[in-house]
């Protein structure tokens, strides 16, 4: 059983950063992929970026390619993602996830954090 509790969220103007963490619970957090998901209003969940269990390999939407950057610090159970040049369109609940396969079924999610880019 794994527990997420995601925080950094706020409002920014567009051009900005933000960084989101995501603090999980339990001993076995390196054995877990982690993504980031978000929804925003009236849209279906995207997938956003995604990295392995030892921080070797990461995985990027096209949408937020070489703007945001995924990390993790499995000492801190704890995993990161830096938000930079923020676009209106950023604009959701940021939600982090824990799953066996990096780009597989997430098992375990967050309860979000809300992320508003003004134009």
């Known amino acids: 059983q794994v527990q997420l509790v995601e925080s950094g969220g706020g409002l920014v103007q567009a051009g900005g950063s933000l960084r989101l963490s995501c603090a999980a619970s339990?001993?076995?957090?390196?054995?877990?992929?982690m993504g980031w998901f978000r929804q925003a209003p009236g849209k279906e969940r995207e997938f956003v970026a995604a990295?392995?269990?030892?921080?070797?390999?990461?995985y990027y939407a096209d949408s937020v390619q070489g703007r945001f950057i995924i990390s993790r610090d499995n000492a801190k159970n704890t995993v990161y993602l830096q938000m930079n040049s923020l676009k209106p369109e950023d604009t959701a609940v940021y939600y982090c996830?824990?799953?066996?396969?990096?780009?597989?079924?997430?098992?375990?999610w967050g309860q979000g954090t809300q992320v508003t880019v003004s134009s």
């Open positions: 996830a824990a799953g066996i396969v990096i780009l597989g079924q997430y098992d375990y």
């Open positions: 339990g001993r076995t957090f390196s054995s877990y992929a």
């Open positions: 990295i392995s269990g030892s921080g070797g390999n990461t």
